[in-house]
């Protein structure tokens, strides 16, 4: 059973860091893309970042290109989104998600984990 | 970039009836296209990828078309459960935009 548990949310000021898990299990992991999605309190589903099944491919938002870094450990089954100069508009809960096996659409989530970026 | 944009924002129906709801690309992405509903509270859940071909587990009711920049998600018969909201997402490239979704009510 495909299984996504993020950690790592919580609390943080304008201007601060944070760094996002996803931990991955019951599939192979350096088979597939990973992405990260956000979804604002209220708001729609916003696409944040991915990386390629082997990490040396990555993509990004204009909205946090040059903040955000996405990485992934293969011998952990663990994907990262290091996420820096954090403002309030990146307030949402952000999810993990795996890729198809013929495409970027994503047929597996994680629950998600909460940043507030507040003063 | 692609946009992608829904349409419309929201719509209310009745049990039974058959439901359509657009989304248009501002360019070209040939099938690369997927459908995703959210439930209030939940997890987006995939329901169709390639435009039209439809997950695993997910009701026949469901059906996808389209090619290009103009799709459409049916629900040929609408049910309670249904209620929920509905992303379109393009994944030809990145950026892997996803619509402004669609509010089903009842």
Request: glycine share 12%; net charge neutral; proline share 4%.
């Amino acid at each position: 059973e495909v299984q996504l548990l993020e950690s790592g949310g919580g609390l943080v000021q304008p201007g601060g860091s944070l760094r996002l898990s996803c931990a991955a299990s019951g599939f192979i992991f350096t088979s597939y893309g990973m992405s990260w999605v956000r979804q604002a309190p209220g708001k729609g589903l916003e696409w944040v970042s991915a990386i390629s099944g082997d990490g040396i491919r990555t993509y990004y938002a204009d909205s946090v290109k040059g903040r955000f870094t996405i990485s992934r450990d293969n011998s952990k089954n663990t994907l990262y989104l290091q996420m820096n100069s954090l403002r309030a508009e990146d307030t949402a809960v952000y999810y993990c998600a795996k890729a198809g096996d013929s495409g970027s659409w994503y047929n597996y989530w994680g629950q998600g984990t909460l940043v507030t970026v507040s003063s | 970039d692609i946009q992608m944009t829904q349409s419309p924002s929201s719509l209310s129906a009745s049990v039974g009836d058959r439901v359509t709801i657009t989304c248009r690309a501002s360019q070209g992405i040939s099938n690369y296209l997927a459908w995703y509903q959210q439930k209030p509270g939940k997890v987006p859940k995939l329901l169709i990828y390639a435009a039209s071909t439809l997950q695993s587990g997910v009701p026949s009711r469901f059906s996808g078309s389209g090619s290009g920049t103009d799709f459409t998600l049916t629900i040929s018969s609408l049910q309670p459960e249904d209620v929920a909201t509905y992303y379109c997402q393009k994944y030809d490239n990145a950026p892997l935009t996803f619509g402004g979704g669609t509010k089903v009510e009842i």
